[in-house]
């Protein structure tokens, strides 16, 4: 039974499910299972997909309730695991709105949740984590894009532009 909201690889052509500490992955054409991502120490809590790269075909990411973010290459229908990040909070959701940056946002739904910037020009060894001044009390939902962020604070629809300068709340 999944337990998180599923991603769509960038090509529309699979399907990525948390389930418990795993992630299955599906053909979206056969709806069979093509893959597994088993190796997370806590439930997994957010699953996000990249755009193809010229170092990974099929790039994903996965966090967990206990703050860890994986790099993965799912291209060739199996899961290898890239790298591994530790935060020191649990992942609410993930966004991958360049290809060189991962968002990760930390909380628990209906609770405080903070945005982090990973810099990943290069899966295998990611870089630097900077904080991000986007910062909700009672985070409900979240999504991003290259030049925006959008977080929903309890009723409150809040959004970000182009240098995290917090422009509207609705």
């Known amino acids: 039974t999944a337990t998180q909201d599923p991603a769509i690889s960038a090509n529309g052509s699979r399907l990525f499910a948390p389930c ?6 599906y053909s979206v054409k056969t709806t069979k299972q093509t893959g597994l991502f088993p190796m997370h120490k ?16 099929t790039p994903v990411a996965t966090g ?14 199996s899961s290898v695991l890239l790298a591994s990040i530790d935060f020191e909070a649990p992942v609410f959701a993930l966004r991958w709105p360049r290809e060189d940056t991962l968002l990760v946002a ?8 903070e945005v982090r910037q990973l810099e990943v020009s290069s899966l295998t060894d990611p870089g630097k984590v ?17 030049s925006g962020v959008a977080l929903l604070d309890r009723h409150d629809l809040c959004i970000w532009g ?8 609705y």
């Not at 930390?106 to 949740?113: C, D, K, R, Y």
């Not at 182009?162 to 709340?169: F, H, L, N, Q, T």
């Open 106 to 113: 930390l909380g628990e739904a209906g609770g405080s949740v």
């Open 162 to 169: 182009a240098g995290w300068e917090k422009s509207r709340r």
């Open 130 to 146: 900077s904080s991000v001044p986007i910062e909700v009390a009672e985070a409900r939902g979240f999504d991003a894009t290259g």
């Open 42 to 57: 806590g439930r997994v809590t957010a699953v996000c997909t990249g755009a193809k790269r010229a170092d990974c075909g």
């Open 64 to 77: 967990s309730s206990v703050g860890e973010v994986q790099l993965w290459d799912a291209s060739k229908g």
């Open 20 to 25: 418990g500490t795993s992630v299955f992955s």
